[in-house]
């Protein structure tokens, strides 16, 4: 996901840079100005994908302490049966 963030930038930027050379002023601005509003609405996808994959794993990390915290608990259980049948 960083890396077609990246490319995003950089084809923004060239486009930015092409304009600025070979455009004509009245057309630069208004290059300048869509360009502006596709970077911006670039971070704020980038910016909200990133807060969802941290969501996912923070989830994800959460339910791998679950099923271990589960595990020992069944294990500890299992433990405990098997001392008093011995006994």
Known sequence: MFLKH???????SSWAIYSLIFDS?????FTLMMIVC???????VFSSL???ARLRARRE???LAKE??????????????NYFETA
């Open 6 to 12: 990246m490319a995003f930038r950089f084809l923004i």
């Open 25 to 29: 002023f009245s057309r630069t601005v």
């Open 38 to 44: 596709l970077y911006g609405m670039g971070e704020i």
């Open 68 to 81: 271990e915290a589960e595990r020992l608990a069944a294990e500890k259980a299992e433990n405990q049966v």
């Open 61 to 63: 990390k959460e339910r």
């Open 50 to 52: 990133m807060g969802l």
